[in-house]
């Protein structure tokens, strides 16, 4: 398989203490990597490092054989944090459309093809219904849906995510997951969370990220691995629902 | 009734209608972005800067309007270039610049030789005052600005809306974030001559903020804005004819008054339905 992502020796600081040291790895095509680590550990600095957001210390990335800055326009990402006003005059179906600049034609509107497209991923994650609704009526779930169909709709070939289900419930959380497994049929998936045991059913592999990066396959996931992570002990409680 | 005759028999007076209109599309287009993007305290200290370069056009005997045209673009982008370097102080760079402009201008009247021009013209406005050659100039402004929206309207909806996801979809943020500026800076001098430019933000922020409590976009909100501010307009020159107001202050005074009983329209309207929600 060729890798969709290559990260070569990467080094980050933002002016202090270094954040990630020395960083290795290659995210294959058709991947559905799993990244993982205790906060601060700069698991989300990777992401924006890849985004080209940010600018490596040392060491260099590429994305789609090219520079992250130019490599981005193949990815779909989803912010943990959406920056922007949830007050914003702005409907679902517009937010989505957003998903295809850099794709569609510059000057003007949007196309029949741009508005077929945002069509079929609103279908895709279940908003299609609420199309014409303001994002400040929006239930965090259906945000983060919206979020999901806007980096869709660009068409991407790698789909990354930060924290997509940090404030949603345990269903939400595997409707998410479950639809991402799907989108991994024709993505790269790349879903940085701080829940290894939820997103070790879903990822094919895991890169635990605490400065350094160090990667296994979900089946090499067990207690040891999980304490040097976080540098503690890890209660684990084995449970399930009715 | 005196304000409408006086309309068919007054040129002035044709002048200021269609000057109040004319400025409606800058302050209802880019207002919109300003509210929405909240770069209010921003826009405010371009419109006072501003003063600098009518000072200096008075003092070079050139047009003042278009004095504050440069001035205005100029102001822009430096702001601009401090907004988006992120740099430190910010609010403190655009006070300082707020500032400075206006100590220019004052400086440059104060030093022109001749026939001393009355400064409330400039601070206040005087829209009854509008030569035919002022409306040429807000028409060809006009004309630039609604162009560049349309044909870029999506781009200036997402860096309005979130930089850094047009950053990512390949939109140069930094362009069309000052191509935003720029054209908030063209609506500042379309509205100088109607409200002076110590009131201009009102105009370019109240009609916008009004619209933004009753449509869910950014287009319908420049078309809301722009209707309401060509009645703020009409109807505050209107009310100040007969008893000889101040135009501009008059036209501030009834948007600021359209806009609170909107909020509390809005806030009522708001507790009406909480309260019917919670009762079902």
Redesign the interface.
Same mark, same amino acid.
């Given at each position: 398989m060729t890798a969709m992502i290559s990260v070569r020796g990467v080094t980050f600081s933002y002016g202090g203490p270094v954040v990630l040291e020395d960083v290795y790895l290659d995210v294959a095509d058709g991947e559905f990597l799993g990244v993982v680590g205790p906060n601060a550990g700069g698991k989300s600095t990777l992401l924006r490092l890849m985004? +080209?957001?940010l600018e490596p210390t040392t060491g260099s990335i590429e994305v789609d054989d090219r520079e992250p800055s130019e490599g981005?326009?193949v990815?779909g990402?989803v912010?943990q944090y959406?920056?922007? *006003?949830r007050d914003?005059?702005?409907?679902v179906e517009?937010?989505v459309?957003? =998903?295809r600049? =850099?794709t *569609?034609r510059?000057? +003007? +509107?949007?196309s029949r093809r741009d508005h077929g497209i945002a069509e079929r991923v609103m279908v895709e994650t279940e908003i299609l219904s609420i199309r =014409?609704r303001?994002l400040n009526t929006l239930s965090g779930g259906q945000l983060q849906r919206v979020l999901l169909a806007?980096a869709l709709a660009?068409e991407p070939k790698i789909l990354m995510l930060d924290e997509p289900t940090a404030n949603l419930d345990v269903r939400m959380e595997s409707d998410i997951f479950g639809l991402l497994k799907k989108l991994n049929q024709r993505a790269t998936i790349i879903v940085v969370s701080h829940d290894i045991g939820f997103i070790s059913r879903y990822v094919g592999r895991v890169a635990c990220v605490n400065r350094t990066l160090i990667c296994h396959s979900t089946l090499a996931i067990d207690g040891k691995v999980i304490q040097e992570l976080y540098g503690g002990d890890v209660h684990m409680v084995e449970h399930s629902h009715g | 009734m005196e304000f409408l005759q006086s309309l068919t028999q007054h040129v002035f007076l044709q002048h200021a209608l269609l000057a109040g209109v004319l400025a409606s599309i800058g302050c209802g287009v880019m207002g919109s972005y300003v509210v @929405?993007k909240?770069i209010g305290f921003l826009a405010g200290g371009m419109a006072h800067a501003v003063l600098g370069g009518m000072g200096a056009a008075f003092f070079f005997g050139a047009e003042p309007m278009y004095g504050a045209l440069i001035a205005a673009i100029m102001v822009a982008v430096l702001i601009g270039w401090v907004t988006l370097g992120g740099r430190q102080q910010e609010d403190t760079l655009i006070g300082a610049m707020w500032a400075v402009g206006m100590a220019a201008g004052i400086l440059f009247i104060s030093q022109t030789p001749g026939y001393q021009v009355d400064l409330m013209t400039y601070l206040f406005g005087n829209i009854l005052l509008v030569t035919s050659q002022d409306l040429w100039l807000m028409m060809a402004l006009d004309i630039l600005l609604l162009l560049l929206v349309?044909?870029?309207?999506?781009?200036f909806?997402?860096v309005?809306?979130?930089?850094?996801?047009?950053?990512?979809?390949? @939109?140069p943020v930094a362009l069309f974030y000052m191509m935003l500026l720029c054209l908030v800076a063209v609506s500042v001098v379309l509205l100088i001559k109607i409200v002076g430019l110590i009131l201009v933000i009102a105009l370019l922020t109240l009609p916008a903020a009004i619209a933004?409590q009753y @449509?869910?976009?950014?287009g319908?909100?420049m078309i809301v804005a722009t209707v309401l501010g060509a009645l703020f307009c009409v109807f505050g020159l209107a009310v100040s004819y007969q008893p000889d107001l101040p135009a501009g202050a008059t036209i501030i005074l009834v948007a600021g008054v359209a806009y609170l009983l909107s909020t509390l329209l809005t806030s009522f309207r708001q507790r009406y339905r909480t309260q019917v929600t919670t009762t079902r």
């Open positions: 985004l +080209g957001l981005s326009r990815i990402y912010p959406p920056p922007f *006003a914003f005059p702005i409907t517009q937010t459309l957003l =998903g600049l =850099g *569609a510059v000057l +003007g +509107g949007y =014409g303001r806007r660009s | @929405v909240r349309l044909l870029y309207f999506r781009q909806l997402a309005a809306f979130d930089e850094e996801f047009a950053r990512l979809r390949g @939109v933004s @449509v869910h976009t950014v319908r909100m």
